[in-house]
């Protein structure tokens, strides 16, 4: 009775603890389903002219508002950093200083150049070129961050028992870190891919 008492408790804490470990990566899936689902669309050929578009927008709006943020006033905008950052995603040194009194002035005439620039370059590689280009960079911008980003989460899966000793839940904070890194990773990932 003893050996089978200690080995239903045996087994009770494996099970507990191969239920915690699914719930660790039951985060990647989700995580690694979206990346993948992104990575098959690229693969089956399907066309990235409108993705681009969407893109060009997202990174625009989101990078615009890390130096202006939609309720600053003129003088509490950071037009050097946006300046900067332009010259740093086109490569064209000869970039505009954009200025506007809004927000939404700011976003419009900085996705305009973006625009602008990335329509010049497709003009200058011809349509054919250019959609194989998006296909490749798109690619390999993906699988590199992928990469990266997945030696960061076993980091923080090795670390995140630590938070157990300040009273915090690890498997919460493991989804809000993770929930946190994987959206920097989508936005820095187009990031790239447009510059």
Not at 90 to 102: F, K, M, N, Q, Y
Not at 146 to 153: A, G, P, R, V
Request: proline share 1%.
């Amino acid at each position: 009775k003893a050996v089978e008492g200690a080995q239903h408790k045996v087994e009770n804490i494996n099970f507990s603890m191969r239920k915690n470990v699914l719930e660790y990566d039951d985060v990647m899936n989700k995580q690694r389903q979206v990346i993948y689902e992104e990575r098959n669309r690229i693969l089956d050929g399907k066309d990235l002219a409108g993705h681009v578009d969407d893109v060009m927008a997202e990174t625009v709006n989101r990078c615009v508002g890390e130096f202006c943020a939609k309720d600053s006033h003129s003088g509490e905008q950071d037009l050097d950093g946006l300046h900067k950052w332009l010259i740093e995603l086109t490569g064209h040194l000869d970039a505009p200083v954009i200025e506007g009194d809004s927000f939404d002035e700011l976003t419009e005439k900085t996705l305009a150049y973006v625009k602008q620039v990335y329509d010049a370059k497709a003009e200058r590689l011809g349509e054919k070129l250019m959609a194989h280009l998006n296909t490749q960079v798109m690619l390999r911008v993906i699988d590199t961050r992928w990469m990266s980003y997945l030696q960061e989460m076993d980091y923080l899966k090795q670390g995140i028992g630590l938070r157990g000793f300040g009273q915090r839940d690890p498997l919460v904070e493991y989804k809000t870190e993770a929930y946190r890194a994987f959206q920097l990773l989508v936005s820095t990932m187009y990031e790239d891919y447009l510059r």
